[in-house]
């Protein structure tokens, strides 16, 4: 029996192909997360989380102290949506944040006019740059200087069978979205992330140009599901328009830097 679209989208959070080297890994059956010293949340996120009740204290200390002075995040979906655990990061001092639905939509039957904005594949170190810029001036946060390290890591899996990087110009040439498709082929999924355009080029049709030539990247690579995590009061109106069918509930509980720091 094919897997429920909730625990596909799980799934493709635990899957650390692509995190920077300095990005600490622990992945066991009962908690799986990201940590580093970068103050960025989805470097600083508990994507799994199967333990018994009275193990949840003592997982969510160990990820406080692995946050220690860094913005924490901890994914609540479906799976894991339990009173114990929402109480226990209540008490630890994470809040909920922003609500999400989970989205897919069927590859094959996915059916969208050719759209007239130029968008790219991100194959050089400048179309990356310039997206990076795209998706903080959209979503009004910086990524903070990345080393020729991480870019070149980022740059290597644009240039990969994985990841796919989009860049979409408006009509005067000037980056105006942007867009990522990473590929299970396990799954036979691609998750959406990353979608975004900037305030001045909204309404034109740019976002839905960047979300087909991402499908289409799904298509040739013979997948047949994409979907992604929709913040409710952004993107979810957006695709559910265009007609991804819609699942269960996903939520960030956070915990800023602040509360971490010793008395």
């Known amino acids: 029996m094919p897997a429920h ?3 596909i989208l799980e799934d493709t959070q635990a899957d650390f192909f692509w995190v920077p080297s300095d990005v600490r890994v622990v992945d066991r059956a009962e908690l ?19 333990a018994a009740s009275e193990r949840v204290p003592a997982l969510i200390a160990e990820v406080v102290a692995a946050h220690r002075g860094v913005r924490s995040r901890w994914l609540v979906c ?14 630890a001092g994470y809040r909920s944040g922003p ?25 050089e170190r400048s179309s990356l740059l310039a997206a990076i810029a795209v998706s903080d001036r959209s979503f009004g946060h910086s990524h903070g ?10 740059l290597e899996q ?21 867009g990522g498709l990473t590929m299970f082929p396990a799954l036979r999924f691609g998750l959406l992330w990353g979608g975004c355009t900037v ?29 992604l995590y929709a913040r409710l009061e952004s993107s979810a109106p957006i695709v559910a328009r265009l007609g ?20």
């Open 99 to 123: 609500a999400h639905d989970g989205f897919t939509l069927s590859v094959p039957d996915w059916q969208a006019a050719q759209p007239s904005v130029d968008v790219q594949p991100i194959r």
């Open 199 to 227: 305030p001045p080029a909204r309404g034109q049709g740019i976002y839905r140009a960047v979300l087909a030539a991402r499908i289409e990247a799904a298509r040739a690579a013979g997948l047949e599901r994409v979907g």
């Open 158 to 178: 644009c240039r990969g069978s994985r990841v796919v990087r989009v860049l979409a110009r408006d009509s005067a040439g000037v980056p105006a979205a942007t």
């Open 145 to 154: 200087v990345l080393g020729p390290e991480v870019l070149d890591q980022q």
């Open 32 to 50: 799986a997360y990201l940590a580093c010293e970068r103050n960025m949340p989805y470097l600083n996120t508990v994507v799994r989380t199967r």
């Open 244 to 263: 991804f069918q819609r699942h269960g509930r996903m939520t960030y509980w956070e915990r800023l830097p602040a509360v971490l720091r010793p008395e």
């Open 5 to 7: 679209p909730d625990a």
């Open 78 to 91: 479906p799976q894991n949506h339990h009173p114990a655990l929402l109480a226990a990061l209540s008490a």
